[in-house]
């Protein structure tokens, strides 16, 4: 088992530019989530899925897109990066929701300058 | 509105010391609790977790939390640290919020332990 995977992981964008971070599970969890992680802040939910083709918004859901087309797969879209968004974003997942143990992947550090 | 508070950022122990790392979460309803760490490099993993029963929970390599309902609080304590332990520890809470169920981080403490 891979367990989370996630894609790349380290990344720079220009203000403005798109680009979608790759979040995938081998372990067939239904519940999957992201996060960022800012000093100080710990980690805030961004968006999380209850399952294929059902998704919600977290806590900071804005400037941030995602899709849960299949089991294995949870994208997130930064539609217009902005220096705001300058972080680490981790991916989870858990078998069966948010009260499960989560599995984290090695995150993505992601720059906007 | 819902929050967990990790109430020492930083903490700065010497090998042998022992510790405890407060978590306090302000929600009045049913709750799973945990605590994550974070080793230098690595991603989270979880340490330990509180569903129900004994409020004295064990985890790994150590560590146990407590949890005191009328406290709300879940704090995580371990009789003599190494310089292994050394990681950001966060505390996190299952909560009801917006009619649906999610999980929220404390902000984190950095410990260093030193040899």
């Known amino acids: 088992n891979a367990g989370v995977t996630q894609t790349p992981k380290f990344q720079v964008l220009k203000t403005g530019q798109s680009m979608t971070l790759q979040c995938a599970q081998d372990m067939n969890h239904e519940y999957m989530s992201w996060y960022r992680q800012d000093p100080g802040m710990g980690l805030r939910l961004i968006h999380y899925s209850v399952g294929a083709g059902i998704t919600d918004q977290g806590e900071v859901p804005n400037g941030y897109n995602v899709s849960r087309s299949t089991t294995e797969d949870f994208p997130l879209r930064l539609l217009s990066a902005a220096p705001s968004q300058t972080s680490v974003y981790f991916c989870a997942s858990s078998l069966a929701g948010a009260g499960y143990e989560q599995y984290f992947g090695p995150g993505t550090r992601l720059t906007v300058t | 509105a819902q929050s967990v508070s990790q109430h020492n950022h930083h903490v700065i122990l010497s090998e042998a010391a022992s510790l405890e790392l407060g978590c306090n979460y302000s929600y009045g309803g049913t709750v799973n609790l945990f605590w994550y760490v974070q080793y230098p490099g690595q991603h989270l993993q979880l340490l330990l977790k509180?569903?129900?029963?004994?409020?004295l929970v064990k985890g790994i390599k150590g560590f146990e939390a407590e949890f005191i309902k009328s406290k709300f609080s879940f704090n995580l304590r371990k009789p003599s640290v190494q310089w292994s332990d050394t990681a950001e520890y966060f505390c996190a809470v299952t909560v009801t919020m917006d009619s649906s169920y999610k999980l929220i981080f404390g902000s984190g403490t950095r410990l260093l332990v030193r040899p």
């Open positions: 509180y569903f129900s029963g004994d409020p």
